[in-house]
């Protein structure tokens, strides 16, 4: 049987970041405010290491380039997926993400990014930004270059537990007081439309004006996300999204249940509780990938997990 292949995240210190990836998720990061774990990530700016087994010691990146049977033998020359874990204490920036097809011609051949979230937590009247409120690009342009803000950007409420899929094109922003679960295309490109004029070294940070006018989709639609549930005997297994790029679950168990794992390769992470996988202890903020053909797993316990695939 092969081994389950668990990852050390990385951590990324950030302008608007908190504390909760060390005061509720228990990691050893050395500072107080650190904002994003990237938790399983084969990029060139953050690529994960093994934590056990055969390859222990071995980066992602180094798994996808010389052992591609672990991940069924697709093609590619990237591991396609990016896991995060996003503790915002203040507002992120107001911003926007290319397509495969706009990065890959204005971003020496980047993936574009699309992602999804799941509210891991949030202020009890937390709120995010998805989408806007410009009729066309001639609409858009004019409120941006007016920095008619208030009136551009779309905030909803949201709570615990909420899902949002978002597309490229579409106007975004995690607020303060939100943690996300963040599935996304292995990519780093983002475009800053907006800032509040934060000053980073004394400086303000780089906006992408005109990029983010180029692949903003006007008008905004959402994406509509419809959850299914699945109950099993000890388990509950929700269909969140699944998309060109990825599917997401959510899978609750509350005693011992028995899986199939029929993809490629399956992403897990632990957002909440404690149990095992097939007898191997799990915690919240565990990470960790079932590889081709590990076929049928045990989970045992009291936990939440999100899972994706290709």
Known sequence: M???IFLEPIFKEM??????????????IPSDS????WAVSAHTNGDCTVKNGEYKGEKLSSLWKNHRELFGGIKGNTFPLLIKIIDAKTDLSIQVHPDDEYANKYENGSLGKTECWYILDCDKDGKIVVGHNAKDKEELKTMIADRR???????????????????????????????????????DITYRLYDYDRLSGGSLRELHIDKSIDVIKCPHKDVNTDRKKINLEQAEVEELVTCEFYSVRKISVFGK????????FTILSVIDGEGAIDGIKLEKGDHFILPNGYGDYSLEGNLQLITSHI
């Open 257 to 264: 249940q028995v899986l199939k794992q029929p993809e490629l």
């Open 34 to 37: 650190t904002g994003e774990c």
């Open 2 to 4: 092969k081994d389950v």
């Open 149 to 187: 803000w208030n009136e551009l950007i779309r905030v909803l409420p949201i709570k615990k537990g909420d899902f949002f899929q978002i597309e490229p094109g579409t106007v975004h922003a995690i607020k303060g007081g939100t943690v996300i679960l963040e599935t996304q295309q292995n990519s």
């Open 15 to 28: 302008i608007w970041g908190g504390n909760r990836l060390k005061t509720d998720f228990g990691y050893d």
